[in-house]
């Protein structure tokens, strides 16, 4: 029953998916006229508010991939499309392949890169944030919602990414974890880290000091873009996206 459901429930193009996952990351809700930073309690609120239904939606999307793949995913984690079974007749998989899964796994990578850029720093800077906000009841409970709502987010996407890379590997037929699909996801982030600047999430500071946070701030940022991918299929996936992001021996040490 719950599969039927889950194929009803499923989005039918590909627009509809993309939208709902772009609610991941929007620079609307930042600023509205009258604000004077994106950090006080009117912002918060705000942004909090949206956090909350871009968590929802994707993971509403989530369940879909879960309930119709995970079967799939657990009788065998490496074949070729040929011997894949009726994987394809599930909703999300002719959902995803309405583009080139090329196509599907570098938009998905985007998405999930573009979210933890812009929403990272609550989950990340959340202890630091605090001395960038007013230090009021209103103000820190905002800003917990949003760390709470920003991790819901984050955590779900990266599982949707973890579901269409093993989508792509079984299309491609090559291995879960092969270089040819972490190439796509690994470029997605670095893409976004070239033209990012942390300096408004981190306390203030200069020189040496700022440039040392900085370094540290965009470490922590491929950590956790690399741990999201968290579902144990994903694993393969996980350990060659952290080598080519140099974080290996971290994600070893927290993946236990």
């Not at 599969?3 to 627009?15: C, I, L, R, V």
């Not at 949206?50 to 309930?67: D, G, K, M, R, T």
């Not at 370094?215 to 956790?224: E, F, G, P, V």
């Amino acid at each position: 029953i719950m599969d039927a459901m889950s194929e009803n429930m499923t989005p039918t193009s590909w627009h509809d998916f993309e939208v709902a996952l772009n609610q991941a990351y929007s620079q609307d809700i930042y600023r509205v006229t009258g604000d004077s930073s994106r950090m006080n309690l009117s912002a918060l609120r705000r942004i909090g508010g949206s956090l909350q239904v871009a968590a929802c939606s994707v993971e509403f999307i989530l369940a879909q991939f879960h309930h119709q793949l995970k079967e799939h995913v657990e009788q065998l984690n490496e074949y070729s499309s040929s011997e894949g079974g009726n994987y394809k007749s599930k909703a999300v998989v002719k959902l995803v392949l309405q583009n080139n899964i090329r196509d599907a796994l570098k938009k998905i990578a985007q998405i999930y890169a573009r979210a933890w850029i812009q929403n990272g720093h609550f989950i990340i800077s959340d202890t630091a944030l605090l001395d960038l906000v007013q230090d009021t009841p209103e103000t820190n409970s905002a800003l917990q919602v949003c760390t709470e709502e920003a991790n819901r987010c984050l955590k779900a996407l990266g599982k949707v990414t973890s579901y269409i890379a093993w989508v792509y590997c079984v299309e491609e037929g090559v291995q879960q974890g092969s270089d040819a699909c972490a190439f796509i996801i690994r470029d997605a982030i670095l893409r976004e880290l070239d033209k990012f600047d942390p300096s408004p999430h981190l306390p203030p500071a200069k020189g040496r000091i700022k440039q040392n946070q900085v370094k540290q701030y965009l470490k922590s940022l491929k950590l956790r873009f690399t741990l999201g991918l968290r579902d144990d299929f994903a694993s393969p996936l996980r350990d060659t996206i952290a080598k080519m992001l140099e974080v290996s021996k971290q994600v070893a040490i927290l993946s236990v």
